[in-house]
């Protein structure tokens, strides 16, 4: 059995335990096996509408001689760790969230900011892959940096959800919420709109909130079924979204020079149709969640004129001093922001 890389296998729940396990591998009948590792719960939303249909059609074009070991919930390590352990080719494919390596990737959190792209997240989805293929600006001045190539991404968008007894009924009844966030541009809007961000990862939220570390949390709605949020919050907003999360599988370069071109190609070219065609059932989807949190009694959280209007100044502020931010420590924070707007422009 011939193998691309061999390395111990880490397990999250087991801390440091190895398993004696190599990663990409030639099975007896010539197919190649890729392993594909994210911290997702099992049978999520983004696994069903992208991770799935990517990796079955892989297999269907490559008649079978591509195929993958999927590897969810942290089993290889946490979203943190995802980055260094797909550049140390510990799993083939990793799911890297730029928001949890914001020390790494600061510029790509741009999509995260607030009003980044329009209501339909095909815009978003499409102008995001733009800019991390074919020499676009998030390529060059942060993947390839990284090593690391983007093969399949997602654009989550957030809500503010509640979860204490607290009534919202204006934008000052969040001020001073603790609320979840995986950092980057989420947190500064959070800011921006007098609540306190908490670092948490998606896994640990359910406790956090349940323990009451944190009042809420930037989520979508779909993402609130997965990690069973809903047994827990009260109130939720429904319009505007505050923040977004980009999602991306990635594979490293090293790996990835040791594909086939004819592997890399059914593998990119699955990627960019997913990628640029998936966000059509996000955002069927999403609307289905927040109708089932009608269902469930979950109250709506709605702000008048006046508070709309607070509402696009915060996220105005939020994009702006969020590229001053990285400016001041000598990242490319305005031209990032400026080709976001471009490249998001340019997607009709």
Excluded at 187 to 201: D, K, Y
Excluded at 202 to 224: H, K, L, N
């Amino acid at each position: 059995m011939k193998r691309l890389a061999r390395h111990p296998l880490f397990l999250a729940a087991a801390g440091a335990l190895t398993l004696g396990l190599g990663t990409a591998a030639h099975a007896a009948d010539d197919a190649l096996t890729l392993r594909i590792a994210d911290s997702l719960p099992n049978g999520s939303y983004i696994y069903k509408l992208a991770t799935k249909p990517f990796m079955d059609e892989v297999e269907k074009r490559s008649n079978g001689q591509i195929k993958f070991k999927y590897f969810p919930g942290q089993q290889l390590g946490k979203a943190k760790d995802m980055l260094k352990l797909t550049q140390a080719g510990m799993t083939d494919i990793g799911y890297v969230g730029p928001s949890y390596v914001r020390d790494k990737m600061p510029l790509s959190s741009v999509f995260e900011l607030p009003g980044a792209f329009s209501d339909d997240s095909c815009q978003g989805f499409t102008a995001f892959w733009n800019m991390t293929h074919d020499g676009g600006f998030l390529q060059k001045n942060e993947w390839d940096t990284n090593n690391v190539i983007p093969i399949l991404s997602v654009i989550t968008r957030h809500h503010i959800y509640v979860s204490n007894d607290k009534p919202i009924r204006t934008l000052d009844d969040l001020k001073g919420l603790k609320m979840r966030t995986s950092g980057g541009a989420m947190a500064r809007t959070m800011q921006e709109l007098g609540m306190v961000p908490v670092n948490v990862s998606a896994p640990e939220t359910y406790e956090s909130m349940s323990r009451g570390t944190i009042d809420g949390a930037f989520y979508p709605a779909q993402s609130a079924f997965d990690y069973g949020l809903t047994d827990l919050i009260k109130s939720g907003t429904e319009t505007k979204h505050v923040a977004g999360a980009v999602l991306t599988y990635a594979v490293s370069k090293n790996t990835w020079r040791k594909l086939s071109p004819e592997q890399q190609k059914i593998i990119m070219d699955v990627g960019h149709e997913v990628s640029t065609t998936s966000c059509k059932g996000f955002d069927a989807a999403e609307q289905k969640a927040i109708d089932r949190m009608h269902e469930l009694g979950i109250k709506t959280i709605k702000f008048d004129e006046a508070d709309n209007k607070r509402v696009d100044e915060a996220f105005q502020r939020s994009s702006e001093n969020w590229a001053k931010a990285l400016d001041e420590r000598g990242k490319a924070g305005s031209k990032a922001l400026d080709a976001m707007r471009k490249a998001v422009a340019a997607v009709q």
